[in-house]
């Protein structure tokens, strides 16, 4: 079996799970998303092809569930194959290196995704992440990963990005509070939007002390905004 069907049986995966776990059927997920049952059914079913970015935010929305998630159906991030990690359908990653070493993603705290920014505007992006491992996390960093995650969609000759990641942060690296199991950690960063209309991203990781990755290409952390003047 390639590896568009695993994906596209992930993806079916996914969203019956999500369904239960919400208490949801199809067609509540479809209304919440914006979209129509039977174009939702067609994204299940690998017959609609190329969703527009904003289409799998909204859905991603609906499910509860990360956007990059969904981009990995659709997208190739390099350095991050996509028949690698499974996706988390809680947000929760274990460590790569220490499986009691356990993170979950709790909240965009500002700036939600697709957020409406004027050109040039300078806005702090907060994230609400948790240790629910037994591992105190200590020394660790959040850093900018652009130039390994590049969101792009395969074409006729190659890739073809779909989100620029040129969003300008005040930094390319924040320092995570040490955290103790239980207890959650707000990260946030800086950032400064273009000066043109656009839609724009900046992806970043969790790093240890020594600068390795703590979890697997399915939990990063994410900022998605559209730039958009008066």
């Known amino acids: 079996m390639n590896a568009s069907v695993n994906r596209q049986d ?3 995966a996914v969203l019956a799970r999500r369904s239960r776990e919400l208490g949801k059927t199809r067609a509540d997920i479809a ?3 914006g979209l129509s049952r039977t174009y939702l059914y067609a994204l299940a079913n690998g017959s609609a092809r190329d969703p527009s970015v904003r289409t799998l935010v909204n859905l991603a929305r609906a499910l509860q569930v990360s956007p990059l998630l969904l981009f990995r159906h659709y997208a190739d991030a390099a350095g991050a194959p996509m028949s690698g990690a499974p996706l988390l359908p809680t947000n929760r990653a274990f460590g790569l290196h220490d499986p009691e070493d ?12 697709h957020a409406l920014v004027l050109p040039g505007e300078a806005f702090r992006k907060v994230w609400e992440v948790q240790n629910v491992g037994n591992v105190p996390w200590r020394g660790r960093r959040l850093v900018r990963v652009d ?12 890739l073809r990005a779909v989100l620029s990641p040129s969003l300008a942060s005040l930094h390319r690296e924040i320092a995570i509070p040490d955290t103790l199991p239980g207890q959650p950690a707000q990260i946030g960063v800086d950032f400064s939007a273009p000066s043109e ?4 991203a900046s992806v970043w990781r969790i790093e240890d002390a020594q600068g390795h990755p703590c979890y697997g290409p399915a939990f990063l952390c994410h900022v998605i905004v559209t730039v958009m003047a008066r």
């Open 31 to 33: 209304r919440d998303a």
């Open 10 to 12: 992930e993806l079916r």
């Open 147 to 158: 130039d390994d995650y590049v969101l792009a969609r395969r074409a006729e000759g190659g």
């Open 102 to 113: 356990v993170a979950v993603f709790n909240a965009d705290l500002t700036m939600p995704d």
């Open 197 to 200: 209309t656009c839609t724009v």
